[in-house]
């Protein structure tokens, strides 16, 4: 017996997956076009403090999965 997929019909989710990716991409149009207009010192300042935000985040998630699993 052939189990191949090719005429099972996808889930029909619509546009959504579409109006998604055009929201992605504008929304990093914008960000990227503030950055462009932004001073090197503050595009800086604002990267270090994302990367110190991200960075804690980690820690604590991988903090919290430690002892969630040793119980």
Same mark, same amino acid.
Request: glycine share 8%.
């Given at each position: 017996?052939?189990?191949?997929?090719?005429?099972?019909?996808?889930?029909?989710?619509?546009?959504?997956? *579409?109006?998604?990716? =055009?929201? /992605? &991409?504008?929304?990093?149009?914008?960000v990227l076009g503030t950055? #462009? !207009?932004?001073?090197?010192?503050?595009?800086?300042?604002?990267?270090?403090?994302?990367? *110190?935000?991200?960075? =804690?985040? /980690? &820690?604590?998630?991988?903090?919290?999965?430690?002892?969630?699993? #040793? !119980?």
């Amino acid at each position: 017996m052939n189990n191949c997929n090719y005429k099972r019909s996808p889930k029909s989710w619509g546009l959504f997956p *579409v109006l998604f990716i =055009v929201a /992605a &991409l504008l929304l990093l149009g914008v960000v990227l076009g503030t950055v #462009a !207009h932004a001073p090197l010192g503050f595009s800086l300042a604002a990267a270090a403090v994302i990367a *110190v935000w991200l960075g =804690v985040f /980690a &820690l604590r998630e991988r903090n919290r999965r430690r002892h969630t699993q #040793a !119980h």
